[in-house]
């Protein structure tokens, strides 16, 4: 057996044993093995888990991303959700940053507005509710919208104020915050956990708050989720006041304008991370002003007004043993260097992505260099370039496949109309689920969490269900055979209870959500929340077919020329148009309406020209809130023609003749008011 595949059966087989063990213990109090033995297994999955990108499984020991509610716990969903941060890792990325949000806000390029910069610290997110100046309730983060109800175990955390007797304090209030233990008092635990951060998350998942009082856990606090009545005017104001009233913040954070000066606070606290008392992995910027950052709002599952600066990548020299190609589910061959295992970072690496053919061309690697490796923050280590000097004489040069791997099908670049380019990546020419590669990758997409979201149905789980052909497409999930899985190793009748009630869970989703899980190329979440929008209900979109008239997707604003032409592809495909309507039968798929009773309720805008003081995004924010559309031509069906600075004179002329009602920001305004 092969290095590689040797590794991947261990990592399998632990997996399995973990399962087992956790049923056992979550499931019939019925531990098999001492705390000790536990641990030590958890400890062996976590230097294995990360060797590989896909290795993920829901009974993982450590998430890079909160944790998912367990069986022990009440589930509780966030009024607020706790969303993830984007990453910057240089100033050049940091100066986009801030482009984006001057462009949203149609502010000038020599505009300033400041930023609270607080330590990014590496523990787990915890969101308090205090009601009347009691603590009520405390829910882990979960998977940022539902989290599992730990409010004893917060308790015993003394940084948590159980009641709070301020007058100035809201009377409904979630003041959110980080748990983690100190780097000393760790090294009394390191015997049981793998890092500080896996030593909180342990500990807060105990099911007696009693044990979990034994830990030295600690809370810093630093945002709010709901806060009914907030007068704060920003970020940094509102820090202080938790300060006084008798919350943990961070001593280090600050209020910097400049970029330079963010580049340079960055630099400085990078240097000193090491000599705090708790682990860092970077800095947080979020806009000061409050107002702006409700202006600005959030995108995909991000704010626009806030971004992690992680500290600078952790590098290694390895040997390539392999080099082995992935396919992804819109057929994308990625080269991916199977790497004699190294420590980076603290991280066990023996993967590192070689992005491409060109690439590979670029930098001549070859299997049996000696490569530097880099990985910064979350991101996927690769390899950054070749020790020459280390370089055998037999060597060959690496020849990028010309067939698909999976199903031999021809492979073929994308010419771009728009750069006028070749793309750089290569495609497997196979549509729809044809190619065993490209189908798993598929399904594994549809129960991921921001599509159906089916928790216990992970990507090692899918594969697993594939190699004994249970599944072959996704509406195969929703006639499972629960007596056969429930025979497989690793499985019981309460895992196939649990996963049952996942699936059952999930039939409830919205359009949008059903867009987004067929995983059209082109088709990310905020594009399938305009296709929703326009076709309003599942019936119009199991219309569409080969004969469907696409000019309709033409007035949709934000959809362009690639989004129609990969959705024709779709539907091109018999396949597919069969995975559309067997789902449909299975789920329950209802619009997404985020303001049903909005002042723009069945109202249609188009906008042209610059707007004063509001850029185009905001103002087609602010439409759409309030119940309105906004489509990108001229027709009978619109109800106005927003106007601004240097409108398109066609556009205007065109509205003119049939009569439709110009506007301009102030008037859009008065109609709000």
Not at 23 to 50: A, F, G, N, R, V
Not at 528 to 534: C, E, F, M, T
């Given at each position: 057996m092969s290095g590689n595949k040797s590794i991947n059966k261990l990592y399998i087989d632990k997996i399995k044993k973990l399962k087992k063990h956790n049923?056992?213990?979550?499931?019939?109090?019925?531990?098999?093995?001492?705390?000790?033995?536990?641990?030590?297994?958890?400890?062996?999955?976590?230097?294995?888990?990360?060797?590989?990108?896909?290795?993920?499984?829901?009974?993982?020991p450590s998430k890079s991303v909160g944790f998912k509610p367990s069986k022990i716990f009440k589930k509780q969903k966030h009024k607020v959700p706790m969303l993830s941060l984007s990453n910057i890792f240089d100033k050049?990325?940091?100066?986009?940053?801030?482009?984006?949000?001057?462009?949203?806000?149609?502010?000038?390029?020599?505009?300033?507005?400041?930023?609270?910069?607080?330590?990014?610290?590496?523990?787990i997110s915890a969101s308090l509710t205090y009601k009347n100046g009691n603590l009520e309730s405390g829910v882990s983060r979960g998977d940022g919208y539902e989290g599992e109800l730990i409010t004893e175990n917060l308790k015993t955390i003394n940084d948590i104020p159980k009641k709070v007797h301020f007058k100035n304090f809201p009377k409904n209030i979630e003041i959110r915050g980080e748990v983690y233990i100190k780097k000393g008092d760790f090294e009394n635990l390191k015997h049981k956990f793998a890092n500080p951060r896996n030593a909180a998350s342990g500990s807060l998942r105990q099911k007696d708050?009693?044990?979990?009082?034994?830990?030295?856990?600690?809370?810093?606090?630093?945002t709010f989720g709901l806060f009914e009545n907030n007068n704060f005017i920003n970020q940094s104001e509102f820090l202080k006041s938790l300060k006084?009233?008798?919350?943990?913040?961070?001593?280090?954070?600050?209020?910097i304008s400049k970029v330079d000066d963010l580049i340079k606070n960055h630099e400085s606290f990078e240097k000193k991370r090491y000599e705090l008392e708790y682990d860092v992995d970077g800095l947080v910027y979020k806009i000061n002003d409050l107002k702006l950052q409700t202006r600005l709002g959030f995108i995909g599952n991000a704010p626009r007004w806030a971004a992690a600066h992680k500290f600078s990548a952790a590098s290694s020299f390895s040997k390539i043993l392999n080099i082995e190609i992935q396919i992804g589910r819109t057929g994308a061959l990625t080269p991916v260097a199977k790497v004699e295992p190294v420590n980076i970072g603290g991280v066990v690496v023996s993967n590192a992505t070689l992005h491409n053919e060109d690439e590979i061309n670029k930098k001549d690697i070859r299997i049996g260099d000696i490569v530097k490796i880099e990985r910064a923050g979350d991101v996927i280590p690769h390899v950054v370039s070749v020790d020459l000097s280390k370089r055998t004489n037999n060597t060959l040069k690496y020849k990028f496949p010309n067939k698909c791997p999976s199903c031999g099908s021809k492979v073929e670049k994308e010419y771009n109309k728009l750069t006028k380019k070749y793309d750089a990546v290569k495609r497997c020419s196979s549509e729809g689920f044809s190619c065993e590669k490209i189908a798993i990758e598929k399904i594994k997409h549809f129960v991921s969490k921001d599509a159906l979201n089916i928790d216990g149905l992970g990507k090692r789980v899918v594969e697993k269900f594939w190699e004994k052909n249970f599944i072959r497409?996704?509406?195969?999930?929703?006639?499972?055979?629960?007596?056969?899985?429930?025979?497989?190793?690793?499985?019981?009748?309460?895992?196939?209870?649990?996963?049952?009630?996942?699936?059952?869970?999930?039939?409830?989703?919205?359009?949008?959500?059903?867009?987004?899980?067929?995983?059209?190329?082109?088709?990310?979440?905020?594009?399938?929340?305009?296709?929703?929008?326009?076709?309003?209900?599942?019936?119009?979109?199991?219309k569409i077919d080969k004969n469907y008239d696409f000019s309709s997707f033409e007035n949709i604003d934000g959809i362009g020329e690639i989004q129609i032409s990969s959705i024709k592809k779709f539907f091109l495909i018999k396949e597919n148009l069969k995975v559309v309507k067997d789902l449909s039968k299975f789920l329950n798929i209802k619009t997404e309406v985020t303001n049903e009773n909005g002042k723009f309720k069945n109202l249609n805008f188009m906008i042209t020209g610059k707007l004063e003081n509001m850029s185009r995004a905001e103002a087609k924010s602010i439409i759409e809130k309030n119940s309105g559309r906004i489509v990108s031509s001229v027709n009978k069906k619109?109800?106005?023609?927003?106007?601004?600075?240097?409108?398109?004179?066609?556009?205007?002329?065109?509205?003119?003749?049939?009569?439709?009602?110009?506007?301009?920001?102030?008037?859009?305004?008065?109609?709000?008011?």
């Open positions: 049923e056992l213990y979550y499931s019939k109090d019925k531990p098999q093995l001492t705390d000790k033995e536990y641990d030590e297994l958890k400890l062996s999955i976590l230097e294995l888990e990360k060797k590989y990108d896909y290795l993920t499984d829901p009974n993982s050049e990325d940091l100066i986009n940053f801030e482009k984006k949000i001057k462009n949203y806000l149609n502010l000038k390029s020599n505009e300033k507005f400041e930023y609270s910069v607080e330590p990014k610290i590496d523990g708050s009693s044990e979990t009082k034994k830990i030295p856990l600690k809370f810093i606090a630093y006084e009233w008798g919350f943990k913040t961070s001593k280090h954070n600050s209020v497409y996704p509406q195969d999930i929703f006639n499972l055979d629960f007596k056969k899985i429930e025979n497989l190793e690793g499985w019981g009748a309460q895992s196939v209870l649990n996963l049952k009630y996942s699936i059952d869970k999930c039939k409830n989703i919205t359009l949008q959500k059903f867009i987004f899980s067929l995983g059209i190329r082109h088709i990310g979440q905020e594009n399938a929340k305009l296709i929703a929008r326009h076709l309003n209900k599942i019936e119009n979109f199991i619109l109800n106005f023609l927003l106007v601004g600075d240097k409108p398109t004179t066609k556009k205007v002329n065109q509205a003119t003749e049939i009569g439709i009602k110009i506007i301009t920001k102030n008037d859009l305004i008065k109609l709000l008011n």
